[in-house]
């Protein structure tokens, strides 16, 4: 299983940006979870959003109400819309899926990417 990610960058406090993942490599039964963590510089990867079974949304605390996910799990994609950013949304973001094969459930991370929000 391979992750693509886009999106990303530099952007303004009270502004948005939109990240998207698609996953490849082919032999997928489903997917179990898709989403997104993040990490900041000396802090723990946390969880930001994620699809679980193709329907239910968890969400961190710090960005309800502010981002929304959304998946297309035929395509095996997802999306991630940042409104209203604050600074503290600062960090590298990381794709995640939990995807069934044939064979076994295959844990996979995306190389990450850069969202830097300025006050």
């Known amino acids: 299983v391979d992750l693509m990610e886009s999106g990303g960058g530099l952007a303004q406090a009270g502004g948005s940006l939109t990240l998207s993942c698609t996953a490849s490599?082919?032999?997928?039964?489903?997917?179990?979870?898709i989403g997104w963590y993040r990490q900041t510089p000396g802090g723990e990867r946390e969880l930001v959003a994620e699809?679980?079974?193709?329907?239910?949304?968890n969400y961190a605390d710090s960005v309800k109400g502010r981002f929304t996910i959304s998946g297309d799990m035929a395509k095996h994609t997802a999306s991630l819309y940042m409104n209203m950013l604050k600074p503290e949304d600062t960090g590298v973001y990381f794709c995640?899926?939990?995807?069934?094969?044939?064979?076994?459930?295959?844990?996979?991370w995306g190389q990450g990417t850069q969202v830097t929000v300025s006050s």
């Open positions: 699809i679980v079974s193709g329907t239910r949304r």
């Open positions: 995640h899926t939990d995807i069934m094969t044939a064979d076994a459930i295959v844990e996979t």
């Open positions: 490599g082919g032999g997928f039964v489903s997917i179990n979870t």
